[in-house]
């Protein structure tokens, strides 16, 4: 069993087992109302993210970059709720959404996956640049998670972000892939399989209208995506020859961040629950796979970015308020690296 610390987090008892505690936000939670800012990122090779802004403009206080996970957006209900807390600390966000995710088809056959490091380093550049020696961190939740630190493992010494927390990581992406054939996790399955081919379709129609018959080509030549029902399918027939890997398996192997965390050597934070129904507990690291500044705090319960609290009246969530303490704790509230 992996090391854990454990941290003051209660999980509501009328939400037993992993899957209430993932289902009960996204499912019945109303959503924060933000008037956020949305700027355009154009990418190295001519694609684009969406950001989406908020909080206070204080060059005084951090800023912290929030990264959502699979089939998500900056309006995952995780998000907004993080970008909220922020807000009232007088920090900065802005949510990142993947290529293709702000509710437009990006115009790359090129797709968001789970190693996408590179898109994420020119995010950071970018923030970099509009605020000039302001502190900077970092949060992802599941995929966004996997991608930080895998980022913060490449990036090492020479990472630019003060401190940085990863939530509900799905540390190995080969047993994440298994784990979801099981059960009733085969629900969530479904449903990624369903949107991410929806994703790919959309693209493919958008391509075909725009007349961009050479990023037309490149989906076409995936050929049928018909018979896809697993992960281990899509990733096989669509992510690894579109982005450059052999295999599913090569995919896994280079991309899973379970392999970057020794490396990791800014103040990091990994939040995670024994009952995630999307990863293994085998999967999780343990103390001497950690990098020298990393805390791992394990809860029995708390299910997939879910780490729901409080009484059915009036549910909390933990990630709400442990995400910006520990970052403040971090940080400092004058911004600078503590």
Same mark, same amino acid.
């Not at 995952?76 to 009232?88: C, D, E, V």
């Not at 990472?159 to 990581?169: H, I, K, M, T, Y």
């Not at 791992?296 to 995400?323: A, N, S, T």
């Given at each position: 069993?992996?090391?854990?610390?454990?941290?003051?987090?209660?999980?509501?008892?009328?939400?037993?087992?992993?899957? /209430?505690?993932?289902?009960?936000?996204?499912?019945?939670?109303?959503?924060?109302?933000?008037?956020?800012?949305?700027?355009?990122?154009?990418?190295?090779?001519?694609?684009?993210?969406?950001?989406?802004?908020?909080?206070?403009?204080?060059?005084?206080?951090?800023?912290?970059?929030?990264?959502?996970?699979?089939?998500?957006?900056?309006?995952?209900?995780?998000?907004?709720?993080?970008?909220?807390?922020?807000?009232? /600390?007088?920090?900065?966000?802005?949510?990142?959404?993947?290529?293709?995710?702000?509710?437009?088809?990006?115009?790359? +056959?090129?797709?968001?996956?789970?190693?996408?490091?590179?898109?994420?380093?020119?995010?950071?550049?970018?923030?970099?640049?509009?605020?000039?020696?302001?502190?900077?961190?970092?949060?992802?939740?599941?995929?966004?998670?996997?991608?930080?630190?895998?980022?913060?493992?490449?990036?090492?010494?020479?990472?630019? /972000?003060?401190?940085?927390?990863?939530?509900?990581?799905?540390?190995?992406?080969?047993?994440?892939?298994?784990?979801?054939?099981?059960?009733?996790?085969?629900?969530?399955?479904?449903?990624?399989?369903?949107?991410?081919?929806?994703?790919?379709?959309?693209?493919?129609?958008?391509?075909?209208?725009?007349?961009?018959?050479?990023?037309?080509?490149?989906?076409? +030549?995936?050929?049928?995506?018909?018979?896809?029902?697993?992960?281990?399918?899509?990733?096989?027939?669509?992510?690894?020859?579109?982005?450059?890997?052999?295999? +599913?398996?090569?995919?896994?192997?280079?991309?899973?961040?379970?392999?970057?965390?020794?490396?990791?050597?800014?103040?990091?934070?990994?939040?995670?629950?024994?009952?995630?129904?999307?990863?293994?507990?085998?999967?999780?690291?343990? /103390?001497?796979?950690?990098?020298?500044?990393?805390?791992?705090?394990?809860?029995?319960?708390?299910?997939?970015?879910?780490?729901?609290?409080?009484?059915?009246?009036?549910?909390?969530?933990?990630?709400?308020?442990?995400?910006?303490?520990?970052?403040?704790?971090?940080?400092?509230?004058?911004?600078?690296?503590?």
């Amino acid at each position: 069993m992996a090391p854990h610390r454990v941290s003051r987090f209660r999980p509501a008892r009328w939400l037993p087992g992993g899957h /209430l505690q993932t289902l009960f936000s996204p499912l019945l939670r109303r959503p924060p109302q933000l008037q956020r800012e949305r700027e355009r990122l154009t990418l190295a090779d001519g694609d684009f993210l969406d950001l989406d802004w908020f909080g206070p403009d204080n060059p005084e206080q951090p800023c912290v970059i929030l990264l959502h996970g699979l089939t998500g957006s900056s309006s995952s209900l995780y998000i907004l709720g993080q970008q909220r807390q922020l807000a009232a /600390l007088g920090w900065r966000s802005v949510a990142v959404n993947w290529r293709g995710c702000s509710g437009e088809p990006n115009h790359s +056959a090129r797709a968001y996956h789970s190693g996408a490091s590179d898109d994420l380093a020119e995010v950071v550049n970018h923030v970099l640049l509009r605020y000039p020696g302001r502190a900077l961190a970092a949060a992802g939740f599941s995929l966004g998670g996997n991608v930080l630190l895998k980022y913060l493992g490449e990036c090492g010494e020479d990472c630019p /972000l003060g401190a940085a927390v990863a939530v509900s990581v799905p540390f190995r992406l080969d047993e994440c892939a298994d784990r979801l054939q099981e059960g009733f996790s085969r629900v969530y399955q479904s449903r990624f399989i369903r949107d991410m081919l929806a994703y790919v379709s959309n693209k493919k129609r958008l391509f075909q209208h725009q007349g961009w018959h050479s990023e037309h080509a490149r989906l076409d +030549a995936l050929g049928s995506m018909d018979g896809m029902d697993t992960f281990w399918d899509f990733d096989g027939r669509i992510t690894a020859p579109l982005h450059g890997y052999a295999s +599913a398996e090569d995919y896994y192997r280079r991309c899973s961040s379970r392999f970057f965390l020794g490396r990791i050597q800014r103040p990091c934070l990994l939040i995670q629950a024994f009952n995630d129904p999307f990863v293994y507990p085998r999967s999780l690291p343990q /103390l001497d796979e950690l990098g020298p500044r990393t805390e791992f705090e394990l809860h029995q319960r708390g299910g997939h970015v879910g780490f729901v609290e409080g009484p059915l009246w009036r549910p909390g969530y933990y990630l709400e308020r442990r995400i910006p303490a520990w970052l403040t704790a971090q940080l400092g509230a004058t911004g600078r690296s503590a």
